[in-house]
């Protein structure tokens, strides 16, 4: 591996400067709930196994010498008891409680000088779980599905255990940035222009003497698409939740599987297109319970564009569209069908693979201006395939999972992880947006039982 493929790619790059506005924190925790308390000792054997085995899990971001992005760099004082901690649950020793430990780690800043993730052991809970877990990754070093992938590695398919392959060779030696290495940086970077500039404009060249007027249209097309992709956003569509802070709070809500799906297919969409449907009728009761009312609201929705054989867990590889999302259509069906068709239309956009350039280009921008963008955002929303099978950690059987992913300039954001037969969603908001909690839950809880009701209708 070359060290070109140690320096953080313009999409990370983009999460990492986050950091400077903490509204736009890119901080992702999830929370494990278990039957039993783990055994210590097993836990952190196999959470050593995962470092090692996931070189991303030991190295650390060291600023380049020049202006090339910064490199990840193998940490040479990695500690794993700084990265995995035991503690006993607070009061009260319940879901609540734990969620408590949780909001606090979203709203805390990594130590640059460290690897950006920590697990936490909570023992001694007396409702909802007799221990937890509460794993903590900034999104700069993975994205939501190679976070799962990363949670893997110390999960197992039975209580005892599971069989795992001998501890491979590291792959690569990750050393800090030299001036070399920025010289070759550079040099690369720039053959890279120029062979992919003299190739594309062979390619158009070529198309152009067979179909000028196509060219055209695709070129000024996909610029229309970037610019679309882009676009600031200067006031919040919700007359509701306007202002932003750095205040977290965390919920939950649990839909089975089955239910969600069986509506998505009366709706002719997709689980993800009832998903939204769910928080959009939610919306709609929520502002009713403010007495207030709005045609539609803004949404940032990550695009997964790994390849179906992509096993990699560094890194982000989505791309975030933001887009205009109907509130006024109250049938589940025909909103789940409209949804499906914005949906579709989006992820066409000849603008999304070229996420990488369009994030190089935005790190132009202060961050200052890309908070902007970002902070009239009314909802974020993600949907994270998870494990179809019980799993266990170090003993413990995994009764609930849970996924909060960063609001980054919105109100809330709504992830849903999928396990065993529930979608269980994590709801992460900014309190300055969202003061009455309880209150957004139960409107996103009528919103649900909605769109499940569809197909029994």
């Known amino acids: 591996m070359s060290s070109d493929a140690l320096r953080m790619t313009q999409s990370d790059m983009f999460s990492w400067r986050m950091e400077q506005n903490p509204i736009l ?19 952190l054997t196999t959470v050593e196994r995962a470092a090692q085995v996931l070189p991303s899990m030991r190295r650390k971001l060291v600023p380049d010498l020049g202006l090339a992005p910064p490199q990840w760099v193998d940490d040479p004082d990695f500690d794993l008891s700084f990265h995995v901690r035991r503690l006993d649950a607070l009061h009260p020793k319940n879901l609540q409680g734990v969620l408590e430990v949780a909001r606090t780690k979203a709203m805390t800043a ?50 005892a255990g599971t069989a795992r392959e001998p501890m491979p060779a590291a792959d690569v030696s990750a050393s800090g940035p030299s001036m070399i290495g920025t010289i070759g940086w550079y040099a690369s970077s720039g053959t890279a222009l120029v062979r992919d500039s003299v190739s594309t404009m062979a390619k158009l060249g070529a ?22 992709i882009v676009e600031p956003v200067v006031t919040t569509a919700s007359p509701v939740m306007t202002d932003r802070s750095t205040r977290r709070h965390l919920a939950t809500l649990d839909v089975p599987v089955d239910r969600l799906a069986a509506a998505a297919n009366a709706g002719g969409g997709t689980l993800n297109d009832a998903f939204l449907a769910g928080i959009v009728l939610g919306m709609r009761e929520y502002h009713r319970r403010h007495d207030a009312q ?5 949404i940032t ?9 992509d096993v990699t867990v560094g890194g982000n590889q989505i791309t975030l569209l933001r887009f205009a999302i109907p509130c006024d ?8 069908d409209r949804i499906h068709e914005i949906i579709v239309n989006w992820r066409l956009e000849p603008a999304v693979p070229l996420a990488e350039p369009i994030a190089g280009a935005l790190n132009m921008l202060p961050s200052g201006a890309v908070g902007a963008m970002l902070e009239h955002v009314d909802f974020l929303a993600s949907d994270v395939p998870g494990s179809p099978v ?6 413990g059987k ?13 109100a809330f954001n709504v992830t849903l992880l999928s396990y065993v037969g529930d979608c269980c969603m994590g709801i992460d908001v900014d309190d300055a947006a969202v003061p009455d909690l309880d209150v957004l839950v139960e409107s996103l809880t009528l919103g649900f039982r909605e769109v499940c009701d569809l197909n029994s209708a």
Do not use: C
């Open 390 to 395: 019980p799993l266990y950690l170090a003993g």
């Open 398 to 410: 995994i009764l609930r999972q849970y996924a909060f992913g960063p609001t980054i300039g919105a």
């Open 25 to 43: 924190r890119s901080t992702v925790v999830a929370v494990l709930l278990l039957d039993a308390s783990p055994d210590w000792d097993r836990f």
């Open 110 to 159: 990594f130590d640059p000088a460290r690897p950006m993730w920590e697990y936490t052991l909570l023992d001694g809970l007396e409702q909802d779980a007799a221990a937890a877990v509460v794993m903590k990754f900034h999104h700069s070093m993975t994205d939501g599905v190679g976070a799962v992938r990363i949670a893997a590695e110390i999960m197992d398919f039975e209580r």
């Open 294 to 298: 709005t045609d539609q609201l803004r």
């Open 207 to 228: 198309r152009f003497l067979i179909r000028p007027i196509q060219v055209v249209r695709d070129v000024a097309g996909t610029a229309l698409s970037v610019a679309r």
């Open 301 to 309: 929705m990550p695009v997964n564009l790994r390849a179906d054989d």
């Open 329 to 336: 259509i109250a049938e589940p069906e025909k909103l789940i």
